[in-house]
């Protein structure tokens, strides 16, 4: 009795099948070394600004420009993080003008990281408070880059991993029923 060739249409079904499960596959991969690449340097820049004294940092900042307080310029930076347990966090920096720091990205507006020394406060002629700052270092928020392509392959894989395994189960048993006739 000769065995009944499986339909093309069934064996490119099949083959997309496997070509979408490798793709997701790689996507995940290279989400998994994205983050640890962004995780690397967050660990070794905080290691460095740590070792150079530096303990504090500020999250999530977004470079304001200059101002003027008591007759001292500064330039001001805004840190905000939205915190769906303890609320909002906002906290307005300031560091002298005349100070000297490490810059990776001097044309970035937001979505930076400082690491830097709390010096005290100071409040403007409206008694808002600053804290003034000694900085060591501002660079991308590496943690948030990370988080925001983890939260993305996770998206990706939870949408297509069960559509994978219903379509890789129908076209299983779509072979075993042909098999058997």
């Known amino acids: ?3 009944k060739k499986i339909s093309k249409p069934w064996k490119i079904f099949g083959y997309v099948i496997l070509i979408i499960l490798a ?4 996507f995940d991969i290279t989400i998994w070394i ?3 690449v962004h995780w690397n340097k967050y660990t070794q820049t905080l290691n460095d600004a740590r070792a150079a004294g530096y ?4 999250d999530i900042c977004t470079r304001q420009g200059n101002l003027v307080i008591e007759g001292k310029e500064y330039v001001f930076f805004e840190a905000h993080r939205e915190v769906i347990l303890d609320g909002d966090y906002y906290e307005n920096l300031i560091v002298s003008v ?3 720091y490490i810059d990776k990205y001097p044309d970035e507006k937001g979505n930076l990281k400082i690491y830097a020394k709390e010096l005290g406060f100071v ?3 409206k008694q808002e408070r600053y804290t003034i700052i000694d900085i060591y270092m501002i660079d991308l928020c590496r ?3 990370s988080s925001d392509w983890c939260w993305r392959a996770l998206v990706v894989t939870i949408i297509m991993g069960p559509i994978i395994l219903i379509t890789g189960l129908v076209w299983f048993i779509g ?3 042909h098999k058997k006739k």
């Open 143 to 145: 943690t948030q880059i």
């Open 175 to 177: 072979l075993i029923v």
């Open 34 to 36: 994205v983050y640890k």
């Open 123 to 125: 409040y403007d002629s």
């Open 55 to 58: 303990y504090d940092s500020y």
């Open 1 to 3: 009795m000769e065995k």
């Open 23 to 26: 793709v997701l596959v790689i």
């Open 98 to 100: 005349e100070d000297e």
